[in-house]
Nanobody
Framework: VQLVESGGGSVQAGGSLRLSCAASPRVYVHHCFAWLRRIPGKETDVVASIDSDGNKAYEDSVQGRFTISEDKDKNTLYLQLDRLKPEDAGMYYC??????????????????WGRGTQVTVSS
């Protein structure tokens, strides 16, 4: 099982980034996907999730600014980050469940994680 993130970087507040996650086809058979954010000294949060029926869930702080999507033909998950704020900075991880699940904001539901991509937002 492989999840490989890309697209992180440094932007100024108000800017945008697009994160991508290439998933191995086997992961795509059983999936609820998510993007998780880890900030040093804080708990890891699920910022966005999408299940196999296309249902989406967002953390309150990113609602209306972040958009999760997927291209099933390419086995790729995306996270569009708009109107970025300094508090959005952190390591972003792509994650997937082992079995079918509804979109979830609970980090413990995710069994497979990528290595992460860093997002830095300057004020």
């Amino acid at each position: 099982v492989q999840l490989v993130e890309s697209g992180g970087g440094s932007v100024q507040a108000g800017g945008s980034l697009r994160l991508s996650c290439a998933a191995s086809p086997r992961v795509y058979v059983h999936h609820c996907f998510a993007w998780l954010r880890r900030i040093p000294g804080k708990e890891t949060d699920v910022v966005a999730s999408i299940d196999s029926d296309g249902n989406k869930a967002y953390e309150d702080s990113v609602q209306g600014r972040f958009t999760i999507s997927e291209d099933k033909d390419k086995n790729t998950l995306y996270l569009q980050l708009d109107r970025l704020k300094p508090e959005d900075a952190g390591m972003y991880y792509c994650a997937a469940t082992r079995t079918w699940a509804l979109a979830s904001l609970d980090p413990s539901d995710y069994n497979y994680w990528g290595r992460g991509t860093q997002v830095t937002v300057s004020s």
